[in-house]
């Protein structure tokens, strides 16, 4: 069975601070990951998915995320939090083409 | 080029009322079909989804129950609404059988609220 633990429900950084939005997961096969992100109001968007073509993988927004097998981790990062970066993220893990799993969920909080 | 079109946007009813919620997307086929509910504080749950015609998955036990009459068309349904009903509703879709990496497509949600 699959599973993914967004492990912190809050996070808050200063503009122009990194981000580190934290994922683990589990997965009896080779998962495809994702990064959603929900704005106020907005509908779900992608940020960014692994694909096993790269474990550093680069999204929208200048966010970023890593794919470590072995630490079976998927953390979300940006080098420079922007006030627009305040949202909702939520981590997603899928097993072939069928099941997908979001995590709980991180609010991102931006304080200028 | 693919559109989902979910309604209603919002919709407030009594409990023991029944629900019906519709989704529906345009411009592919036989796509895979997702119900989520994402509640105050509790992220996004798989409800239920569908890889064709008939087919329905459930995730978790629950009030509700899914339908897919027609290959690009996902109902929730729910008899008697319970309290405990009430979230934002989301339909997802995305490719099928051959795209095991494909993104899911939101639609904009029902935010249910039972009274």
């Known amino acids: 069975a699959q599973s993914v633990t967004q492990l912190d429900s809050h996070v808050s950084v200063s503009e122009g601070t990194p981000v580190l939005l934290r994922c683990n997961y589990s997965?009896?096969?080779?998962?495809?990951l994702f990064w959603y992100v929900q704005h106020p109001n907005k509908g779900l968007q992608l940020l960014l998915k692994?694909?096993?073509?790269?474990?550093l993988v680069k999204g929208i927004n200048g966010f970023e995320a890593e794919f470590k097998k072995s630490e079976t981790s998927f953390h979300l990062t940006k080098p420079s939090a922007h006030m627009s970066d305040a949202a909702e993220y939520f981590c997603?893990?899928?097993?072939?083409?069928?099941?997908?799993?979001f995590g709980t969920g991180t609010k991102l909080q931006v304080i200028p | 080029s693919q559109t989902i079109h979910q309604w209603p946007a919002t919709l407030v009813q009594p409990v023991g009322s029944p629900l019906s919620l519709e989704c529906t997307v345009e411009?592919?086929?036989?796509?895979?079909l997702y119900w989520y509910r994402q509640a105050a504080g509790r992220g996004l749950q798989l409800l239920f989804y569908?890889?064709?015609?008939?087919?329905i998955s459930s995730e978790v036990p629950q009030n509700l129950s899914a339908s897919r009459p027609q290959d690009r068309q996902f109902i929730l349904s729910s008899k008697k609404l319970l309290l405990s009903d009430s979230g934002f509703y989301l339909c997802?879709?995305?490719?099928?059988?051959?795209?095991?990496?494909?993104?899911?497509?939101f639609g904009s949600g029902t935010q249910l609220s039972v009274m």
């Open positions: 997802a879709w995305s490719l099928g059988q051959s795209a095991t990496n494909e993104k899911l497509i």
């Open positions: 997965s009896s096969y080779s998962p495809s």
């Open positions: 692994y694909t096993s073509a790269a474990t």
């Open positions: 997603v893990v899928r097993e072939g083409y069928q099941k997908v799993t």
């Open positions: 411009g592919t086929s036989n796509p895979n």
């Open positions: 569908s890889v064709g015609i008939g087919q």
